[in-house]
């Protein structure tokens, strides 16, 4: 009986390299396919129940290993759509259907791939070259917020224009301005003929000057922001601004450095030929340079009326806040100067940020977030169960999907390789043949050890 074992040892041998031989031949065919994991061959020995004494070395079987956590090369492809994964992770995708009228229509469950070759088909869905469906959340253009969580499309439609709500804006305002008639005392206030114009200058914050004193303002202030904002059908309008001193510090009567912002009632006259009007804030400062009025980083512009066109209520967020430190050019230094609206667009190009944000550029130059690629981890990845096309199913022995990137960051313009190395293909199918025809040989030993045993009989 122990030669008949070994031949049917050998034959669990010949098994054993064959399915070795079959995924090597896999690898090898597939070196080239993006994001494609190879099956690696572990062997494990099946041992007869024998006393110790008696114990053979049993017979062999053969079983896939899989490298899902092993990642492949990334190349840049050029195309903006593309993506990999640097880290752990998969895409989540999923199929088209069609219903019982044809009708296509997704498939509801999630299929997990690291295959990134996404490019927009007709209807401006994301799909790679297996014909996988990209999924993530689709970003509203002007909140930034998910609004739906499904397969990712990338639309053509022009976007609307969003009106100006938030000036964004930091500062330094200059401790002693050089300008030739800008007063360090209260004498500014009886630089104006009209009572008006007086009023606005005692750090009220109310009024406006008139064209007539224009100059008289721009003698006796400093530049401010400029900068275009967006009334709500998207038409563009200029905003000029200069800071004025108001009143000076008073130690004894216990005042600080007090500022009023104005800006310039019209878009594209020079400044002396506009009248120009007060926020309706006054900023003060303590003498170390920091702001104490107004208390809060958030100012109200009621009613901001440029070239007859009101505007409507513009938020001025001092963001990192206004400071009023010694400057030797007695200017004002400007930290930053932003503003949330923009005029109607139409898309120019996609850019994937390592975050899976997925950007819209606009023929406005705006930059806007229009969905996130989902990304999901595995407990176990080399679980899952390959299925077809680079795609892989969650199984028990993976774990739930965890949604998120953790440390995965996505590569925009970049698809992964196949982690295939042709050279250690090579040497295992080298290996694998050798075996294969050791266990031919011990076939026909056993072989010939069973005829000389019936010769004998015979």
Do not use: C
């Amino acid at each position: 009986m122990d030669v008949f074992s070994a031949l049917q040892t050998a034959v669990s041998g010949l098994k054993a390299q064959s399915f070795s031989l079959n995924n090597i031949s896999g690898n090898i065919a597939n070196s080239q396919t993006t994001g494609f994991k190879r099956v690696d061959t572990g062997f494990v020995d099946m041992i007869p129940d024998r006393d110790a004494r008696h114990q053979s070395s049993g017979s062999v079987a053969a079983y896939s290993e899989l490298t899902n956590s092993i990642q492949g090369n990334t190349v840049a492809t050029g195309v903006s759509t593309n993506m990999a994964l640097n880290g752990q992770g998969f895409f989540a995708v999923r199929k088209k259907t069609s219903d019982a009228t044809g009708n296509e229509t997704f498939a509801t469950g999630n299929l997990y791939t690291r295959r990134g070759d996404f490019s927009p088909d007709k209807d401006g869905y994301l799909v790679n070259g297996a014909g996988s469906y990209l999924i993530g959340d689709s970003l509203d253009p002007v909140t930034g917020q998910t609004i739906g969580n499904g397969p990712i499309k990338i639309s053509n439609a022009i976007i609307p224009a969003k009106p100006t709500t938030t000036i964004t804006y930091s500062a330094n305002l200059p401790k002693s301005p050089v300008t030739a008639n800008v007063s360090t005392t209260h004498g500014l206030l009886s630089a104006f003929s009209d009572g008006t114009d007086a009023r606005v200058m005692t750090g009220t914050g109310t009024g406006s000057v008139s064209q007539a004193n224009a100059q008289t303002l721009i003698d006796s202030s400093v530049a401010g922001p400029a900068l275009t904002i967006y009334t709500s059908s998207g038409a563009p309008v200029s905003v000029q601004t200069r800071w004025a001193k108001v009143a000076a510090a008073d130690t004894a009567a216990g005042t600080s450095d007090t500022w009023n912002l104005f800006y310039a009632d019209k878009a594209s006259v020079a400044g002396n030929l506009t009248s120009w009007s007060n926020i309706g804030q006054s900023f003060a400062f303590s003498a170390s340079g920091q702001m104490t009025v107004p208390t809060s980083n958030s100012v109200p512009i009621n009613n901001m009326t440029i070239d007859g066109v009101n505007v409507g209520r513009i938020n001025l967020d001092l963001g990192s806040g206004l400071t009023q430190y010694a400057s030797a050019s007695g200017t004002v230094t400007t930290n930053d100067l932003k503003q949330n609206g923009y005029a109607s667009g139409t898309l120019n190009s996609v850019d994937v940020g390592d975050n899976g944000v997925i950007t819209g550029k606009y023929s406005n130059g705006s930059l806007i977030g229009l969905a996130r690629v989902e990304v999901a981890q595995f407990v176990n990845p080399d679980g899952l169960k390959a299925d077809s096309l680079g795609n892989y199913q969650q199984t028990v022995a993976s774990g739930e999907a965890i949604s998120g990137l953790k440390d995965t960051t996505v590569v925009g313009a970049n698809i992964e390789q196949s982690n295939t190395d042709i050279a250690a293909e090579f040497s295992k199918m080298i290996v694998t043949q050798q075996a294969y025809s050791a266990n031919t040989r011990v076939m026909s030993t056993a072989q010939t050890m069973i005829s000389d045993l019936l010769n004998v009989i015979r």
